[in-house]
């Protein structure tokens, strides 16, 4: 059966690679379908061609029934409109993900104008973010942003620049650091919903990487998979007790976390994905139920100094609210997403996301 090259998985997240590994030690692998699309455009889609070589030769997808269908290379697409959609064994190509989206990526970019980003660029731009966030930890978590062959370059200017982790191992790697960093991704919780239903599938996606991951790693759950971040981190919390390090925030831009507040013309401090007074809210309820010692990692548009600069200031107005950023965009580019929206036949995704047909997708494995 085809593999993933060793040389590859390096490239690849970390949190995609220790998942597969959960799934297969737990006996979990749903059928799901995974839907790619982009938030920039109207514009022209590129990078298909090798993204799908990518799955045809590297992955089980089609030895097991599983299938791509997708736009054509170099046809139009409006933003949001889905652009692949992949359906198959969830630990067939859960490894995947980080490398058909940055072909994708960086493809999509250079096709619709934008110049190829340097290393000196991304330098630049962490090293601004440290000197907003000099305390905090910071992440970079750009690897499906670009193609998979800058990922080396690009860590090693985050890291020089001020950065204390890449998502990557090949990043970490080559930036000086032993190994890459990451917990859970949504596609772990969602393969848990599909088993055990979406109310507690966030704590059952922590229980399960607790009892497969290295001691080592600190245990941080991501909560804002059903868009009930404060229910699921006290959830989770009381569930791994002292062994919660810190719960993760990535809300779908979508949406309105969990004890936020709607817009009130103050950009990252109202209004939809991850806010102030969403952080905020999450901060009260676990520091009110006992669990002080239980840090926040944010991430989702902290490429953005203007972010940054509203939790900095929230921050001396309200005291402490985060303790690590996971940052992707330090450069511009046209960056895909993937989201599960099917998992075993029946829709099932994070909250602000849904299946979308797309009559202009043709069969490609």
């Known amino acids: 059966m085809p593999q993933l090259p060793d040389a590859l998985r390096a490239h690849v997240d970390k949190y995609f690679l220790r998942s597969r590994h959960i799934l297969k030690a737990e006996g979990v692998d749903p059928v799901v379908t995974m839907q790619v ?3 920039d455009g109207p514009g022209v889609f590129a990078g298909i061609d090798e993204a799908a070589a990518l799955l045809r030769d590297t992955s089980d997808l089609a030895a097991h029934g599983g299938t791509l269908h997708s736009l054509p290379e170099g046809a139009p697409y409006a933003p949001l409109e889905p652009v692949m959609h992949i359906e198959g064994r969830l630990t ?20 619709n104008g934008l110049p190829e980003p340097g290393p000196d660029a991304v330098a630049a731009r962490a090293a601004a973010i440290r000197a907003l966030v000099p305390d905090k930890q910071l992440m970079y978590f750009g690897a499906r942003h670009w193609h998979p062959r800058s990922e080396e370059a690009f860590c090693r200017a985050a890291v020089k620049a001020g950065f204390d982790a890449c998502a990557t191992d090949a990043g970490a790697i080559a930036a000086g650091l032993a190994a890459g960093v990451g917990t859970i991704p949504h596609a772990l ?3 848990f919903a599909g088993t055990c239903g979406r109310e507690h599938a966030t704590r059952e996606a922590a229980l399960a990487f607790d009892r497969h991951t290295e001691a080592a790693c600190p245990r941080v759950a991501l909560v804002d998979t ?11 919390a009381q569930a791994l007790g002292e062994k919660l390090a810190a719960v993760r925030l990535d809300t779908a831009g979508e949406m309105i976390g969990q004890g936020g507040a709607p817009a009130d013309g103050r950009p990252y401090w109202t209004g939809t994905g991850v806010t102030v007074a969403g952080t905020l809210a999450v901060r009260r309820a676990l520091d009110a139920a006992g669990f002080e010692n239980v840090g926040i990692v944010l991430s989702s548009g902290f490429g953005n ?14 005291g402490r609210l985060f303790e690590s950023l996971g ?15 099917r998992v075993g036949g029946i829709d099932l995704a994070k909250t ?3 299946y979308r047909p797309n009559p202009r997708l043709a069969r490609v494995i």
């Open 305 to 318: 100094p203007e972010k940054i600069k509203a939790f900095v200031e929230a921050e001396k107005q309200y």
């Open 327 to 341: 940052i992707g965009g330090l450069f511009r580019s046209f960056a895909a997403t993937a989201d599960i929206v």
């Open 352 to 354: 602000g996301r849904s």
């Open 92 to 111: 067939d190509f859960i490894e995947h993900e980080t490398l058909y989206l940055g072909i994708i990526s960086a493809a999509t970019s250079l096709a």
């Open 189 to 191: 919780v969602l393969a």
């Open 37 to 39: 699309f982009f938030r």
């Open 226 to 236: 059903f868009n009930h971040e404060i229910d699921d981190a006290l959830d989770t």
